[in-house]
């Protein structure tokens, strides 16, 4: 019998729901679902969490192979979550073009200023730069917040939005001839590539 298969006739053979188990056992019920479809494995502090509170022990919980599975399935979700906290982290820093002075003011006045300090351009310009600022800021926030969840899906969306952001911030940058903030978000953006490309390349 499959741990899926044993985890739903414990939680049966108690009269339990997956939102009354999911209680006891302090997870969320979209846990107890996926580890009972078998889409999933709980953690190991879960599974001994599982084993205090059926009285069972680990091994009869689960197999050796499943242990591995996993233990490896621990593994990659710690990773995701330090993947998307790191590049919510690169998706915060263009904040600091806010403040620093590295936009060119226009050929009448071309000294360098911060965003705020911009007068030598025109007005939608310097919308467009704080709207792909704030953007960019907002969304790596809510990748710092997303990776203390157990949430995949909303990691990869965060992700792949980070990247378009990036992308976008960048051209904007070069397009309107600031180097200095467009070399920055380059470098974001070549960063968090790498990072992703990393955790491809993991097992």
């Known amino acids: 019998m499959e741990f899926n298969e044993k985890l739903q006739e414990l939680r049966k053979s108690r009269a339990l729901t997956q939102e009354k188990l999911a209680e006891e056992l302090f997870v969320s019920r979209t846990a107890i679902s ?30 050796s192979e499943e242990i591995i599975s996993a233990a490896e399935e621990e593994k990659k979700e710690n990773l995701d979550r330090v993947l998307s906290l790191l590049c919510g982290t690169l998706d915060i820093l263009p904040g600091l073009l806010l403040f620093l002075p590295v936009f060119g003011n226009g050929t009448e006045t071309p000294t360098s200023v911060s965003l705020f300090g911009i007068t030598g351009q025109s007005p939608w310009i310097k919308t467009v730069f704080a709207a792909v600022i704030t953007l960019t800021v907002l969304n790596g926030i809510c990748g710092v917040i997303i990776s203390r969840f157990e949430k995949p899906v909303w990691n990869h969306h965060r992700l792949v939005t980070g990247l378009a ?9 070069i397009v309107t001839r600031q180097p200095y903030a467009g070399i920055l978000c380059l470098t974001i953006l070549v960063m968090k590539g790498m990072l992703i490309g990393r955790r491809k390349d993991l097992p």
């Open 165 to 173: 952001l990036s992308v976008t911030a960048t051209a904007v940058f």
């Open 34 to 63: 996926k580890w009972e479809s078998g889409r999933g494995y709980p953690s190991l502090d879960s599974l001994k969490e599982i084993s205090r509170y059926f009285s069972v022990s680990i091994d009869e919980l689960i197999g």
